[in-house]
């Protein structure tokens, strides 16, 4: 993965909610722990996050978006990179992918949000899939989990009935980096291994690489929005993508770790408390 400015603000797009730990509630400190300046751009504002509060109680900033990034531009502020999340309006999509094509930003993170399980969300439509294939396209890095990087990559289809033949681990981050620009890095999280539970991804030798952690009982709102925050952050400070993928890993086990001894309910999200000291102590 080639090296990249990190000069200006990383413009953060993911939806916020106004109770659960998880999306832009926790990527805006876990960034700020590393001393990146930051542009916040919710895709949606929510009530309370998605799952665990029954139905919330939803804001559509479809026609707020464009007019912030238009008055950015007015402004000269200077974006120099992208993490880019969750994203439920359709239009809001289209204006991510136009903004993209605007700006060639020398760093580009896309945390596809659309399926899990074998399916896609129910909230969702396959023009999210459609949507994310062009966000892709302009990514430097993209963390699918591994219902996603199926579809991504078109072995699964929601459409079909037809039993989809399984790549390898190596044929999958092929084609998916396939989708991407040449500099462009895929990493497959939620891939299990026995009693383990972690990510893959390719070094520069394609040589595939894993790191994985013991997995912990029961599910865990916004595990992957920890994960993408942590990674963008260290890249963006410059760790080689190895070096970082591996800190993203072990500081995201130790705050599920964290929320597993605690007896915060489930559904407000991760302890992130400790690994914000941890970031902070290390003085970026």
């Given at each position: 993965?080639?090296?990249?400015?990190?000069?200006?603000?990383?413009?953060?797009?993911?939806?916020?909610s106004?109770?659960?730990?998880?999306?832009?509630t926790?990527?805006?400190?876990?960034?700020?722990?590393?001393?990146?300046?930051?542009?916040?751009?919710?895709?949606?504002?929510?009530?309370?996050?998605?799952?665990?509060?029954?139905?919330?109680?939803?804001?559509?900033?479809?026609?707020?978006?464009?007019?912030?990034?238009?008055?950015?531009?007015?402004?000269?502020?200077?974006?120099?990179?992208?993490?880019?999340?969750?994203i439920?309006?359709?239009?809001?999509?289209?204006?991510?992918?136009?903004?993209?094509?605007?700006?060639?930003?020398?760093?580009?993170?896309?945390?596809?949000?659309?399926?899990?399980?074998?399916?896609?969300?129910?909230?969702?439509?396959?023009?999210?899939?459609?949507?994310?294939?062009?966000?892709?396209?302009?990514?430097?890095?993209?963390?699918?989990?591994?219902?996603?990087?199926l579809?991504?990559?078109?072995?699964?289809?929601?459409?079909?009935?037809?039993?989809?033949?399984?790549?390898?681990?190596?044929?999958?981050?092929?084609?998916?980096?396939?989708?991407?620009?040449?500099?462009?890095?895929?990493?497959?999280?939620?891939?299990?291994?026995?009693?383990?539970?972690?990510?893959?991804?390719?070094?520069?030798d394609?040589?595939?690489?894993?790191?994985?952690?013991?997995?912990?009982?029961?599910?865990?709102?916004g595990?992957?929005?920890?994960?993408?925050?942590?990674?963008?952050g260290?890249?963006?400070?410059?760790?080689?993508?190895?070096?970082?993928?591996?800190?993203?890993?072990f500081?995201?086990?130790?705050?599920?770790?964290?929320?597993?001894?605690?007896?915060?309910?489930?559904?407000?999200?991760?302890?992130?408390?400790?690994?914000?000291?941890?970031?902070?102590?290390?003085?970026?």
């Amino acid at each position: 993965m080639e090296n990249f400015s990190k000069s200006g603000r990383l413009m953060v797009a993911e939806d916020i909610s106004a109770i659960g730990d998880l999306s832009m509630t926790a990527a805006l400190p876990l960034l700020q722990a590393q001393g990146i300046p930051t542009a916040l751009l919710p895709t949606s504002i929510l009530s309370t996050q998605s799952e665990g509060f029954g139905k919330p109680v939803s804001l559509s900033v479809s026609q707020w978006l464009p007019r912030v990034l238009q008055h950015w531009e007015q402004q000269q502020i200077e974006i120099g990179g992208a993490l880019i999340g969750y994203i439920a309006d359709f239009q809001v999509g289209k204006e991510m992918v136009s903004f993209l094509s605007r700006n060639k930003f020398s760093f580009v993170y896309i945390d596809p949000v659309f399926a899990d399980e074998g399916k896609i969300y129910p909230t969702l439509s396959v023009a999210q899939l459609a949507i994310t294939r062009q966000l892709i396209k302009q990514a430097d890095v993209i963390t699918p989990n591994y219902t996603e990087a199926l579809f991504l990559a078109g072995i699964k289809d929601e459409a079909s009935s037809k039993k989809a033949e399984i790549p390898t681990e190596f044929e999958l981050l092929k084609r998916l980096e396939d989708l991407m620009p040449k500099r462009g890095r895929a990493i497959i999280t939620g891939v299990e291994d026995a009693d383990k539970i972690g990510c893959i991804w390719l070094d520069e030798d394609e040589r595939i690489m894993k790191r994985m952690f013991p997995r912990l009982k029961g599910h865990f709102y916004g595990s992957g929005d920890i994960f993408a925050a942590l990674l963008a952050g260290f890249l963006w400070n410059g760790q080689p993508l190895s070096d970082a993928v591996g800190e993203a890993v072990f500081l995201t086990y130790q705050a599920l770790k964290d929320t597993a001894d605690s007896k915060r309910e489930r559904r407000y999200g991760i302890d992130i408390s400790r690994v914000i000291h941890e970031l902070v102590q290390k003085k970026y």
